[in-house]
């Protein structure tokens, strides 16, 4: 980790722009005042607890919050894959969904909590299919009426699957592209959505960082446009979790083998001339089986590209 400390030294002290890491928000009786931009990012524990750490993306980083919002959400020890859970309240609680990876098959989830967190009721585990220990991510995205699924697949094939709703109410998956050359892939987060393609930021093996775009409609085989960020230090993060700032990323970089986790500014993305800003090591450890983007219903859709 030596090398990525220094590199995010690096970065602190040179290319970085004033107002990267703030979003923009008014106050009564006063002009736009920047606030920090924040990042919850969840996972599954050992114990199959749905948890929520909140960060400030401030130079050093500030844990705002650390909770278990349900307890016992997953059988223990059991869950290797989530994709970003959303939440929102509702009929006086507050109602989560997603989608995980129990053994080796697909869950789609639901359940309830008092807002904020708490004892968990209405629970409900629908299991999609088996075959996911043949995967190594899996993610969620919705922009206006269209939802997309997507996933790494071991052998460095990514999946595209548009979710869609039969005549009865009922969802399914319509497994509609692919495309192969990623697996040399470690890490990625969902940083973009738009009608028509999302993109995901990338840790490669051989250390490079990357932005890789993917129609969400089309042929089967899919074209990606993929764009190097960095060339070099990334491949020691093996998970990646991402949440919009403005027109950038709040990204936070976890190494599992030291639990060790890093948070870095991202600006919009454009190649080689994207900005970043290393903000120093979190708080904490990160040692849990999976991890995720926690999205509010109501949070805009990522722009970090």
Same mark, same amino acid.
């Given at each position: 980790?030596? *090398?990525?400390? /220094?590199?995010?030294?690096?970065?602190? +002290?040179?290319?970085?722009?004033?107002?990267?890491?703030?979003?923009? *928000?008014?106050? +009564?009786?006063?002009? /736009? &005042?920047?606030?920090?931009?924040?990042? @919850?990012?969840? @996972?599954?524990?050992?114990?199959?607890?749905?948890?929520?750490?909140?960060?400030?993306?401030?130079?050093?980083? *500030?844990?705002? +919050?650390? /909770?278990?919002?349900?307890?016992?959400?997953?059988?223990?020890?059991?869950?290797?894959?989530?994709?970003? &859970?959303?939440?929102?309240?509702?009929?006086?609680?507050?109602?989560?969904?997603?989608?995980?990876?129990?053994?080796?098959?697909?869950?789609?989830?639901?359940?309830?909590?008092? &807002?904020?967190?708490?004892?968990?009721?209405?629970?409900?585990?629908?299991?999609?299919?088996?075959?996911?220990?043949?995967?190594r991510s899996l993610d969620r995205s919705s922009f206006g009426s269209r939802t997309t699924e997507w996933s790494l697949r071991n052998d460095g094939t990514m999946d595209r699957r548009t979710v869609k709703t039969d005549a009865g109410g009922h969802l399914y998956r319509h497994y509609d592209g692919w495309q192969s050359n990623?697996?040399?892939?470690?890490?990625?987060?969902?940083?973009?959505?738009?009608?028509?393609?999302?993109?995901?930021?990338?840790?490669? @093996?051989? #250390?490079?960082?990357?932005?890789?775009?993917?129609?969400?409609?089309?042929?089967?085989?899919?074209?990606?446009?993929?764009?190097?960020?960095r060339m070099s230090t990334w491949q020691v993060f093996e998970t990646l979790v991402a949440a919009p700032c403005g027109q950038g990323s709040t990204v936070l970089a976890?190494?599992?083998?030291?639990? +060790?986790?890093?948070?870095?500014? &991202?600006?919009?993305?454009?190649?080689?001339?994207?900005?970043?800003?290393?903000? #120093?090591?979190?708080?904490? @450890?990160?040692?849990?089986?999976?991890?995720?983007?926690?999205?509010?219903?109501?949070?805009?859709?990522?722009?970090?590209?």
């Amino acid at each position: 980790m030596r *090398t990525l400390a /220094k590199y995010g030294g690096l970065m602190a +002290a040179g290319v970085l722009t004033t107002g990267l890491l703030t979003a923009v *928000t008014a106050t +009564a009786g006063q002009g /736009k &005042v920047k606030a920090p931009c924040t990042i @919850s990012v969840g @996972s599954v524990t050992a114990r199959g607890d749905h948890r929520m750490q909140t960060f400030s993306a401030t130079a050093p980083v *500030t844990k705002v +919050a650390d /909770k278990i919002v349900g307890k016992d959400i997953f059988a223990d020890g059991q869950t290797t894959l989530s994709a970003a &859970v959303r939440y929102g309240p509702g009929e006086g609680s507050e109602l989560h969904t997603g989608q995980t990876v129990v053994g080796s098959v697909l869950y789609d989830f639901s359940y309830r909590t008092p &807002v904020g967190g708490g004892t968990v009721s209405q629970k409900v585990l629908t299991r999609v299919g088996p075959g996911w220990q043949n995967y190594r991510s899996l993610d969620r995205s919705s922009f206006g009426s269209r939802t997309t699924e997507w996933s790494l697949r071991n052998d460095g094939t990514m999946d595209r699957r548009t979710v869609k709703t039969d005549a009865g109410g009922h969802l399914y998956r319509h497994y509609d592209g692919w495309q192969s050359n990623f697996r040399g892939v470690k890490g990625l987060a969902l940083i973009s959505q738009t009608a028509t393609y999302d993109t995901f930021l990338m840790t490669h @093996s051989t #250390g490079r960082l990357y932005t890789a775009r993917f129609p969400v409609a089309g042929g089967h085989i899919m074209q990606s446009t993929v764009k190097p960020i960095r060339m070099s230090t990334w491949q020691v993060f093996e998970t990646l979790v991402a949440a919009p700032c403005g027109q950038g990323s709040t990204v936070l970089a976890i190494d599992k083998d030291t639990g +060790a986790g890093y948070l870095y500014s &991202v600006g919009h993305a454009n190649g080689l001339a994207t900005v970043i800003k290393g903000l #120093g090591k979190v708080p904490g @450890s990160f040692t849990d089986p999976a991890y995720f983007s926690w999205r509010k219903y109501t949070d805009p859709p990522p722009a970090g590209e």
